[in-house]
Nanobody
Framework: QVQLVESGGGLVQTGGSLRLSCVAS????????MGWYRQAPGKQRELAAT???????AYTASVKGRFTISRDNAKKTVYLQMNSLTPEDTAVYYC?????????????????WGQGTQVTVSS
């Protein structure tokens, strides 16, 4: 199985920055797309950013220009640099990876989710 462990969440003031990290571990043969979703209280989970294995990125409109997603394939880690944060960014942020091939499932990719990390932006 694959485990995703997020870190870097916390409390920050409006206009501040945070850098989230997500490390994948397990008997991983290949990683495909990775991304960050977020879920605010009382709201549906939404996609914030994704990055492919060849580093093509995509962002939802509300974070474009403020957030930057990146990855380090050697470390099996994806990052989310968040700048100019506002209270609207307050949410639990979840790391995601899709199409992961493992030793246990080497011919079929599976999806995995992290446990989430809380980001709170105060005014």
């Amino acid at each position: 199985q694959v485990q995703l462990v997020e870190s870097g969440g916390g409390l920050v003031q409006t206009g501040g920055s945070l850098r989230l990290s997500c490390v994948a571990s397990g008997n991983i043969l290949s990683l495909n797309v990775m991304g960050w979703y977020r879920q605010a209280p009382g709201k549906q989970r939404e996609l914030a950013a994704t990055i492919t294995s060849d580093s093509n990125t995509a962002y939802t409109a509300s974070v474009k220009g403020r957030f930057t997603i990146s990855r380090d394939n050697a470390k099996k880690t994806v990052y989310l640099q968040m700048n100019s944060l506002t209270p609207e960014d307050t949410a639990v942020y979840y790391c995601y990876t899709g199409g992961v091939r493992t030793l246990e499932s080497r011919f079929r990719g599976n999806d995995y989710w992290g446990q989430g990390t809380q980001v709170t932006v105060s005014s």
